[in-house]
């Protein structure tokens, strides 16, 4: 099973390599690539003329790095990722969104409802808190330590720190 490799911002725009300035809006994306989810970081002229084909995507600005660290992606954004991953197969996306559904049932956006068996494998079924609808996730069976790895990977991308959620 491959590891992504996502780094946080490098704090310039991918598509030009000129730096952002402090407070600076500018558009963070994950690019698939054939080795994973790469974060690129996209200043908004860049954004605006080139449109580059990205996976996912939110806006956010250049932190001050004299402030306290701001949390840049509420839990909307975080519903939208676990949607958008929903049809996806392969096996990193799979782990991927369990890992995600598990950070969203701890914010309470998401309320177990129970699991069966479908095709061999486990799914879980799941609330969306505030909806009348339910969605269900494969069960990857990932180890506590993949659970805490994929966790990490996902506030580096995210630039959140999920370690008091999962």
């Given at each position: 099973m491959a590891d992504w490799e996502i780094?946080?911002?490098l704090g310039q725009c991918s598509g030009t390599g000129r730096e952002f300035a402090v407070d600076e809006e500018y558009?963070?994306?994950l690019v698939e690539t054939p080795e994973g989810?790469?974060?690129?970081?996209?200043s908004a002229a860049y954004w605006n003329e080139q449109k580059p084909?990205?996976?996912?995507?939110?806006k956010t600005k250049m932190p001050n790095p004299e402030q306290k660290?701001?949390?840049?992606v509420d839990d909307e954004m975080l519903m939208s990722f676990f949607e958008r991953l929903a049809e996806e197969t392969d096996p990193e996306k799979i782990n991927f969104r369990f890992v995600l559904?598990?950070?969203?049932?701890?914010?309470?956006?998401?309320?177990y409802?129970?699991?069966a068996l479908e095709d061999g494998r486990e799914v879980w079924t799941v609330k969306v808190t505030g909806q009348d609808r339910i969605e269900k996730v494969a069960n990857p069976h990932l180890t506590e330590d993949r659970i805490e790895g994929l966790t990490s990977q996902m506030g580096q991308i995210l630039q959140m720190d999920f370690e008091e959620s999962v």
């Open positions: 780094k946080k911002t558009f963070a994306a989810f790469v974060r690129q970081d996209f084909p990205v996976y996912c995507f939110w660290k701001r949390v840049f559904m598990l950070i969203l049932m701890r914010k309470r956006r998401l309320k409802d129970g699991c």
